[in-house]
């Protein structure tokens, strides 16, 4: 299995543009979070899927986030527009009902 | 709502020596399961061990075990024999079990500790 893969690995943005970060989970998993991690604020969840639905978007920042999960293979995070105060990483994980979770390699996003 | 609280922002240890990373969680649920996971530099979050909050009996994982007190809502992680390769950010993790039919199952994070290992 080749976990979780999330695309990109960086990401470089001008303030305004659309930003739009990918996840495939690993195939079984029925759970997938996005996480951002930033120096200041450590690891936020941001939204939490449970079988494609999602459960909890608290974490969501503001409008200008959304995340989608079409389908149990694939789930994205736009923002839209960005601001350099989104800078950080975002990590998508999956896992299978209430066991650990397993974390992609992460999407560096810098907004300038 | 579940928080969880790493008071040790940072610590360290010397090679071969033991450490131990605290972990506070808040929670009104009897039944979820606890987490440690290791950064390295690399930032690949890596399961270092779990455990079950239903299990009287602390986890243990090579040289990473853990003191689980449930009635004190505690979860320190020990690392013994420390090596190099422990140095690392770690974070303790709850994840509960919410909303009926049990499908919420939602995962919160420590701040975490930084772990430096000196040899």
């Known amino acids: 299995d080749a976990g979780v893969i999330q695309s990109p690995r960086h990401e470089v943005t001008e303030m305004g543009q659309e930003v739009t970060l990918r996840c495939k989970p690993i195939s079984g998993h029925n759970s997938l979070f996005w996480y951002r991690q930033t120096m200041m604020r450590g690891l936020e969840l941001l939204i939490y899927f449970n079988n494609n639905v999602p459960i909890d978007d608290s974490g969501m920042p503001e409008d200008r986030f959304s995340a989608k999960m079409p389908n149990a293979s694939f789930s994205t995070l736009k923002i839209q527009p960005s601001e350099p105060r989104d800078s950080a990483v975002y990590f998508c994980?999956?896992?299978?009902?209430?066991?650990?979770?397993?974390f992609g390699q992460g999407t560096r996003l810098t907004v300038v | 709502a579940q928080t969880v609280t790493q008071s040790q922002p940072e610590m360290s240890v010397q090679e071969a020596e033991t450490v131990t990373l605290s972990c506070t969680y808040d929670t009104s649920e009897s039944d979820y399961y606890l987490f440690w996971y290791k950064q390295p530099p690399s930032r690949q979050m890596i399961l270092v061990i779990r455990q079950e909050a239903y299990k009287q009996q602390n986890a243990t994982e090579n040289r990473f075990s853990v003191n689980f007190q449930k009635a004190a809502k505690s979860f320190s992680l020990k690392i013994s024999d420390s090596q190099l390769g422990d140095a690392a950010m770690y974070f303790c993790?709850?994840?509960?079990?919410?909303?009926?039919?049990?499908?919420?199952?939602?995962?919160?994070f420590g701040k975490g500790t930084l772990l430096t290992v000196n040899p």
């Open positions: 993790a709850y994840r509960s079990v919410l909303g009926s039919g049990g499908s919420n199952y939602k995962l919160t």
């Open positions: 994980a999956s896992s299978f009902a209430r066991a650990e979770a397993f």
